[in-house]
């Protein structure tokens, strides 16, 4: 892994990136960043990841009340959200970098969380979910992420097995998967228990 860090991005909402961000973040004693957060300032997902891991969390760069993608939520404050705006914080440890949605969820009229990882280029983690339509979902990220040049260095398989699917994967991308497991309670005891599964499998990908 990158010194500075990893980005944690999704093929979507709902696929377990909190979860896995919780557990990565644990795994390697890094801080956890989120660059946007979108809705739910009271219960963030900065809020979350510190609940879960008892680590520390970086501030926000941009906090918006409306729990909507960032470019139409920010438009409701009456601002426009620009990448360029947006540094890496300062810190002694890697930071984990955690997305909102998708690859290509919009900043503004021009930018998305696309243009973001580019920008910070740093090592990336996709995380997919087995669904009906999930296939396509994953191999349109991954894609755009490599075609952006960006090193995606893991899939994070969110949730239960799903054999057929995982051996396509395996035949079409050249990079380790790790399995979290789908959490139906999420608290500091599950996430431990997750991390003491994964710790040696996951600093030996990421670490």
């Known amino acids: 892994m990158s010194a500075k860090g990893l980005f944690i991005t999704g093929i979507g909402t709902d696929v377990g990136k909190t979860v896995a961000a919780a557990v990565i973040t644990k795994a ?21 990841i510190t609940q879960l891991t008892g680590l520390n969390t970086l501030p926000e760069t941009f906090r918006l009340e409306a729990p ?3 470019h139409a939520a920010a438009y ?13 914080p300062k810190s002694d440890k890697p930071i984990v970098v955690e997305g909102a949605g998708g690859v290509m969820v ?7 969380y696309l243009d973001l990882m580019v920008k910070l280029n740093l090592p990336v983690v996709l995380v997919t979910r087995h669904y009906l339509g999930s296939i396509n979902h994953t191999m349109l990220s991954w894609k755009v992420l490599k075609e952006a040049g ?3 260095v893991a ?3 969110s949730g ?20 979290i497991s789908e959490l139906k309670d999420v608290s500091s005891e599950t996430v431990a228990a997750e991390l003491e599964r994964l710790k ?8």
């Open 106 to 112: 919009p900043f503004n009229s021009k930018e998305t």
């Open 28 to 48: 390697l004693e890094a801080d956890y960043w989120k660059p946007v957060q979108c809705g739910d300032l009271d219960n963030s997902d900065s809020i979350k």
């Open 155 to 157: 899939l994070v398989i």
């Open 76 to 88: 409701l404050q009456g601002i426009e959200l620009k990448i360029n705006e947006i540094e890496l």
């Open 200 to 207: 040696t499998s996951i600093k030996a990908l990421l670490g």
């Open 68 to 70: 909507m993608s960032p």
């Open 160 to 179: 239960k097995a799903h054999e057929s699917t995982e051996s396509y994967f395996a035949k079409q991308m050249e990079m380790p998967f790790i399995r």
């Open 150 to 152: 960006l090193n995606v």
